[in-house]
């Protein structure tokens, strides 16, 4: 061999190196693939920033992102589907079974923005979708979830049924439609407290149910009590954000005054925000106990002695009073 064609065998294995280190940029193993893309969404995969294209391959550790004005439409090979839409970030760690129909673990983590999710033939433990502040639980379901900050999300379920659980541990199940749970600040999960605040939360971050025309066919599902003219009434079911209370000590306490018996039957139920309690007992001493939101006031006075007329006692906390009386 001379020293020209050594030279050039050396070239050609340059070329293939070259070639093969270049390849990161390409899907190793397929998961999904781009149905619809508008312009302003990319991929980020080993390190490099693709612009999305529709028939463009999707895999396991992707993360994808949409500027303002883009909008993702995926299938995967179970046949979930997931819509991107702007302002979004998320990113796949699906790892498929053998013969790649169904998915052994299907997470996805919803970093920012508003997403649709349809689940697949995959099995209902395999799927796990993580935000910043909450996991939830697939059941065979349809449901868009928004993410506005770090500190907070929400879903809104379509069909079947989701299970939203808060960093914290406490959970909600929304199993009917249009049924809207999002995470609170301070840890817990619960619904909007009235019609008013769904519709602002629909309208601000569940771009899906207002258009549902810039999605494809296999991604519209039908919304008409979500949204809209069709909307039904009522779609918030009053739940809160805090664990459920235990049930209240009245077989503790038979001998309870008249006066307790009546502030309990007059105070709201828990579907009212704001709860207040009033207890008594009788005898010589006296208790009075108010609750409103998560605030408690509570005395305890005593008769000074027999003879003496009766010791009252009131306490007000958030617009709530509870009185209790001696005789």
């Known amino acids: 061999m001379g020293e020209g064609d050594l030279i050039l065998a050396c070239l050609k294995i340059f070329l293939c190196i070259l070639f093969f280190v270049s ?8 998961i999904g693939k781009v149905l619809s893309v508008k312009p302003g969404a990319e991929v980020v995969r080993a390190g490099q920033t693709l612009t999305l294209r529709k028939g463009m391959d999707v895999a396991s550790g992707d993360m994808i992102t949409t500027n303002r004005s883009g909008v993702v439409q995926l299938v995967f090979n179970d046949e979930t589907k997931i819509a991107v839409g702007p ?4 990113v796949l760690d699906v790892s498929m079974l053998r013969g790649n129909r169904k998915a052994k673990s299907f997470a996805v983590q919803a970093l920012g923005g508003s ?4 689940s697949g033939n995959s099995k209902k433990r395999a799927y796990s979708i993580k935000t910043p502040t909450a996991t939830m639980a697939v059941r065979g379901t349809t449901f868009d979830i928004w993410v506005p900050s770090g500190e907070q999300s929400a879903m809104l379920v379509l069909e079947g049924a989701v299970q939203m659980c808060s960093l914290s541990g406490g959970c909600r199940r929304g199993d009917y439609q249009c049924s809207m749970f999002a995470t609170s600040p301070g840890g817990g999960v619960g619904q909007p407290a009235d019609v008013a605040q769904y519709d602002k939360a629909v309208t601000t971050g569940f771009p899906f149910l207002q258009a549902q025309q810039r999605l494809l066919p296999p991604f519209q599902v039908n919304i008409g009590g979500c949204s809209g003219a069709e909307a039904l009434s009522p779609r918030v079911r009053v739940d809160t954000s805090e664990p459920q209370r235990r049930p209240e000590r009245e077989a503790a306490e038979p001998e309870r005054s008249s006066a307790s018996r009546s502030a309990s039957r007059s105070a709201p139920s828990r579907s009212d925000p704001p709860a207040a309690r009033a207890e008594a007992r009788a005898g010589r001493s006296t208790s009075a106990s108010a609750t409103a939101g998560s605030v408690n ?3 305890d006075l005593s008769d000074d002695g027999p003879g003496g007329s009766g010791t009252s006692a009131s306490a007000t906390a958030g617009g709530i009073t509870a009185e209790a009386e001696t005789r």
């Open 23 to 30: 390849l990161p940029a390409t899907v190793s193993a397929s």
């Open 87 to 90: 302002n979004a970030k998320m």
């Open 115 to 118: 997403f649709r999710f349809i």
């Open 297 to 299: 006031v509570s005395i």
